[in-house]
């Protein structure tokens, strides 16, 4: 059964601690992305990489590392420095080609303690 | 600035009271146009694909169409199963990430 998974679900966050995201797929898809969803707002972009071992800032990379070292994996840190991390993220694949479509995980909720 | 912008904001309709929502953009040049799906809690599930002015697409109660500056998602005889968010994105010329651009959604709540 193909698909994207995230965990955990929920994950809580102590001031001054890096907390890391896993995403994987097992759709042999090359691109991976990771989005942040805030209230009222639309999804938007954190990192992405379109191949393994090479990955590029999206539009609010600020805060964030990520790696992507395997074409299945591309876990996403949140770091110290990210001061509103409070938020719904989500990590998407889609394959290479111009009419391909971005899947979804079920997302991953970050809460500050 | 590319833009997407969904309206109405929420849209609250009886069993079978067919609606449209729409999704207006300005973009410097449009690759695809995506419709999706979010519930409560959980990542946003993929609906349709458009990529020409002109182009319609179906799915059960669901039929999406496009036109240069904004696409519409019609519902016809909802049911409330059919409650959520509906979230409209763009895919653009010109970029190497193939990044999506997204409107802030359009809640939807269909009451029995």
């Known amino acids: 059964d193909g698909g994207i998974t995230q965990s955990p679900k929920y994950l809580f966050r102590k001031e001054g601690q890096n907390v890391t995201l896993s995403c994987e797929q097992n759709?042999?898809?090359?691109?991976m992305y990771w989005y942040r969803q805030d209230p009222g707002q639309g999804l938007r972009l954190i990192y992405y990489?379109?191949?393994?071992?090479?990955?590029q800032k999206g539009d609010i990379a600020e805060g964030y590392s990520v790696s992507r070292e395997k074409k299945e994996s591309f876990p996403l840190t949140v770091t110290s420095a990210q001061k509103n991390p409070t938020a719904f993220y989500l990590c998407?694949?889609?394959?290479?080609?111009?009419?391909?479509?971005?899947?979804f995980g079920p997302g991953t909720r970050l809460l500050v303690l | 600035e590319d833009q997407v912008t969904q309206s109405p904001e929420a849209l609250r309709l009886q069993e079978g009271e067919s609606s449209s929502l729409n999704c207006s953009y300005t973009?410097?040049?449009?690759?695809?146009l995506f419709w999706y799906r979010q519930d409560p809690g959980k990542g946003p599930e993929f609906l349709f694909t458009l990529y020409s002015a002109g182009e319609e697409k179906e799915k059960e109660r669901l039929k999406a169409t496009l036109t240069k500056k904004e696409s519409f998602l019609h519902i016809t005889a909802p049911k409330p199963e059919d409650s959520a968010t509906y979230l409209c994105a763009v895919s653009l010329y010109g970029g190497a990430t193939n990044k999506l651009i997204f409107g802030t959604g359009t809640l939807l709540a269909v009451q029995p």
């Open positions: 973009v410097s040049g449009l690759r695809g």
């Open positions: 759709l042999n898809h090359d691109a």
């Open positions: 990489s379109q191949i393994v071992n090479d990955f």
């Open positions: 998407a694949s889609r394959r290479q080609g111009d009419k391909e479509t971005q899947y």
